[in-house]
């Protein structure tokens, strides 16, 4: 068996994957925009969430650093969700 990728199918993932970068670089001029994370509040890190499409981007500010720690499809148990 084998899997053939339409040109259209990496065409639609190209611009998905576009669309969640372009929101990721939204948070250098704005980066306490996002949401506290109310699933990983138990960490005690402040993680924090942006929403695009079906993702959650969940990322943590430390100093003038952003880390991006997880893309979190929203159709998953928020149960799931890890820092």
């Known amino acids: 068996m084998r899997i053939v990728y339409t040109e259209q199918s990496l065409e639609s993932l190209e611009e998905s994957i576009n669309h969640l970068l372009n929101r990721v670089d939204s948070l250098i001029t704005d980066p ?7 699933y990983l509040e138990h960490l005690g890190k402040g993680h924090r969430r942006l929403v695009e499409g079906y993702f959650k981007i969940i990322y943590l500010i430390e ?17 799931n969700m890890k820092g």
């Open 32 to 38: 306490h925009t996002g949401q506290y994370e109310e």
């Open 63 to 79: 100093g003038r650093t952003i880390y991006i720690m997880d893309f979190f499809d929203t159709i998953q148990a928020p149960e």
